[in-house]
């Protein structure tokens, strides 16, 4: 969810939210709660429409994704240490071709 924050154009509603991550209205708002209450997200007026509700990332949300971000890489990078060149180039094309065909409903 986290994740979805960030990479909006404009901090989203709930709703917007559930969509982004594909959850139902009901478990979008029980996860914003959580990150709120974790200090990660917070609720703020929308300026364009007053009764709108959007949820902004913090700067602990942030470095929150940091170190997940850190912690996923440095784990890829262990468990590639013992692929060879080749490897690694064949893992890489079948990864995008697997990504490429991800239905996108």
């Known amino acids: ?6 990479g909006t154009e404009r ?3 709930v709703s917007e939210l559930a969509d982004a991550i594909g959850v139902d209205q009901p478990r979008a708002s029980r996860l914003v709660q959580a990150a709120i209450d974790a200090g ?7 300026p364009a429409d007053a009764r709108r509700s959007a949820i902004v990332l913090t700067a602990a949300g942030r470095k929150i994704l940091a170190d997940a971000r850190g912690t996923r890489r440095d784990a890829v990078v262990t468990a590639l ?5 080749e490897e690694r180039a064949e893992l890489a094309r079948l990864l995008s071709r697997f990504v490429a065909a991800w239905p996108r409903d």
């Open 81 to 85: 240490a013992e692929f060879t060149p």
């Open 11 to 13: 901090p989203p509603s």
């Open 40 to 46: 990660h997200a917070r609720r703020e007026v929308d």
């Open 1 to 6: 969810m986290l994740d979805a924050l960030e």
